[in-house]
């Protein structure tokens, strides 16, 4: 299973960026995806989560309003749409995935991580 991000770079303040997170790997199955960053000196902190249909969505206080999780199972993709970016949102961001595979009638569950895609917003 592999996660591969994209979408990061340098932007002003109030601008935008969309980070993209493409899942391959066909016998594993997904149930949520999220959205982490790091911050230099700071502990990596949950920014958005979904769930595996893409029915709901959390977000952590600092980013309500301003950014947006979805999926698009087709593509096996998962988006975050950051708006009005602040120079506080500047960190490597990640996905994650949560889920399963059933190998030879067995079921292994895991967590999967991409590589990190790095966030910049200048003042």
């Known amino acids: 299973v592999q996660l591969v991000e994209s979408g990061g770079g340098l932007v002003q303040a109030g601008g935008s960026l969309r980070l993209s997170c493409a899942v391959s790997?066909?016998?594993?199955?997904?149930?949520?995806m999220g959205w982490y960053r790091r911050a230099p000196e700071k502990q990596r902190e949950l920014v958005a989560a979904i769930t595996s249909g893409g029915g709901s969505a959390n977000y952590v206080d600092s980013v309500k309003g301003r950014f947006t999780i979805s999926r698009d199972s087709a593509k096996n993709t998962m988006y975050l749409q950051m708006n009005s970016l602040k120079p506080e949102d500047t960190a490597v961001y990640y996905c994650?995935?949560?889920?399963?595979?059933?190998?030879?009638?067995?079921?292994?569950?895991?967590?999967?991580w991409g590589q990190g895609t790095q966030v910049t917003v200048s003042s």
């Open positions: 790997g066909s016998t594993f199955t997904i149930n949520n």
């Open positions: 994650h995935a949560y889920g399963y595979q059933i190998l030879s009638g067995d079921t292994y569950y895991g967590d999967y």
